[in-house]
C-alpha cells in the first residue's frame, strides 16, 4: 500500500489547492486559537468550497468545548476530528465521526494501551513531545520506540523532506502528516517544498502497511 499524506496547518486557499495538486490525502485546519496556524470556520469554508472530491478535511482540536467542535462539523464539510489534547475516549467517541488521537511520544509511552484504550480511534497519530506544546513542534522523535499495534499509524514531528524517505521505511506507517516541513513561515505553505516532500513520498513510501 502506498503512504497517505495530510498537510496540516493549511491557511490559505492557494495552498489547499496546491496541496490536492499535488497528491494530498487529506488537509488539517487547527482550531486551537494559541497556534500560529489557528483558523475560523469563516475562513475554512472559504478555502475548502468547491476542493476537487476524495481529500479528507481533517479539523484539529486541542481540549475544545464539545460545543466548540460541534460547532465545527454542523457548519462546515468536516470528515475526521483530530484530537491533540488530553481527550477521552468519551469524549473523542460522542460526535459520531471518524477521529485521530494524538500520541505525543514522551519516554514511557504505552502506544500498545493507548491502541487498546481508543479502539474506536480511526489511528493513532503519533507526534513529538515538547512540555507545554500540543503539537507543532518541528522536531523529530526517535522512531525506534514506535511498537506495531493492531491500529494504523499516522507519523507526525519534523518531517522534511530530507528525513521523509527515511521515516517511510524505518516507521512504514499508513500515513504521514507535515505541517512546517512545507512552510515558508507559520502558516504560509512553500510550494516548492510541497512538491519536493510529495515526490519523496511517492517514490520512497510505496512499502506502508
Known sequence: MRTRVKICGITR???AEFAVEMGADALGFVFYSPSPRAVTIAQVKDIIEG???FVSIVALFVDASAQEVNNCINKLSIDIL??????????CAQFNRPYLKAIRMKEGVELTELAARYSSASALLLDSYQP????????AFDWSMIKDIDKPIILAGGLTVDNIAMAIEQVQPYAVDV???????KGIKEQQKIRAFMHEVMNGGTNGK
Open 51 to 53: 476542493l476537487p472530491p
Open 82 to 91: 483530530q484530537f491533540h489534547g488530553d481527550e477521552s475516549v468519551e469524549y
Open 132 to 139: 507545554g506544546v500540543p503539537g507543532g513542534t518541528g522536531q
Open 13 to 15: 486557499r492557494q495552498d
Open 179 to 185: 505541517s512546517g516541513g512545507v512552510e515558508q513561515s
